[in-house]
């Protein structure tokens, strides 16, 4: 699907360069909440500090093919809907370009969830509280990171029997509304064993409140996967983890009623359906 509108920002010098001298298309016009989207860009040459301008931030690309760039965006599972622009910049011949690709967000129904839990389960003292704070924290840092593109399409399930369920489900405990579900869950025998969805770094891995046993990995371009509740880990970070790499195995370990896998994805713009990362085609 082509979007394209192409101009030349104003005010800049520079030769004017051609419409028909580059494009940005992207994989859907219409993204749901928690829908990636995969931002292609063609252009006459070789394009120089070329970025991805998405809610308000900037992203690399990777080139595909002299002149083919792709790049990947998200739509958070919290966005608003509405319309929403997607923009590629960067120099071409010396002359500055500016292409941008408008999006109109759908709505997406997620499940509600009322749960009912012992009171020591659903509130927390203040030194839980601040290891929460703290841990959050940790990882938002890492979130912040971005490292050249290493991610391909298609990405790799997490577990042969991928089966995943809650993503998005708005969460009410004992009668409080609480943060949305931002990842699936995968319920599988503990031991099962856990792969890395695409080639990268780890960005962490350690122990953490909720998710007991953590593993994030930087996909780079701001794409991380993130695999909780695991029984044990076999990477430390900053080691590099290649597509199909054995990261751990299936767990009950922190806030976990059972063993499940809670896997989760980001890529720059949010939170985004693993379930949709992972039906990406190949190219
Ligand atoms: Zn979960």
């Not at 203040?126 to 912040?144: M, Q, V, Y």
């Not at 290493?150 to 998005?168: A, D, H, I, Q, S």
């Not at 199909?244 to 713009?269: E, I, K, M, N, W």
Request: proline share 8%; glycine share 12%.
């Amino acid at each position: 699907m082509l979007v394209a509108c192409l101009a030349g920002v104003a005010g800049l010098p520079a030769r004017p360069v051609s419409a028909a001298g580059m494009s940005i298309a992207v994989s859907t016009s219409t993204p749901a909440l928690g829908d990636p989207v995969v931002v292609e860009v063609a252009a006459n040459g070789a394009v120089d500090n070329l970025v991805l301008r998405w809610k308000s931030a900037d992203w690399p690309m990777r080139e595909t093919a002299p002149g083919r760039y792709e790049g990947l965006i998200g739509v958070d599972l919290d966005d608003p809907e509405g319309p929403a622009v997607v923009a590629a910049e960067g120099f071409l011949d010396g002359a500055r370009f500016h292409a941008e690709a408008e999006l109109m967000v759908s709505p997406r129904k997620f499940a509600v969830q009322e749960l009912t839990l012992p009171k020591g389960m659903a509130e927390f003292d203040d030194t839980t509280l601040r290891r929460i704070e703290k841990e959050a924290g940790e990882l938002s840092r890492r979130f912040s990171r971005v490292t050249p593109l290493r991610w391909r399409t298609p990405f790799l399930p997490p577990v042969k029997e991928y089966r995943p369920v809650n993503f998005g489900a708005r969460r009410v405990i004992n009668g409080d509304p609480r943060m949305p579900h931002s990842a699936v869950d995968i319920h599988l025998p503990e031991g099962t064993p856990v792969r890395a969805i695409a080639d990268g770094q780890v960005a962490f891995a350690g122990e953490q409140f909720f998710g007991g046993r953590s593993v994030v990995i930087d996909h780079g371009g701001g794409v991380f996967s993130i695999y909780y509740h695991l029984k044990e880990y076999y990477f430390a970070e900053g080691q590099e983890i290649s597509r199909g790499d054995r990261v751990g195995s299936v767990g009950a370990t922190g806030r976990a009623t059972g063993p499940h896998l809670h896997f989760g994805v980001r890529v720059p713009g949010g939170r985004v359906d693993p379930t949709r990362l992972l039906a990406l085609p190949g190219r």
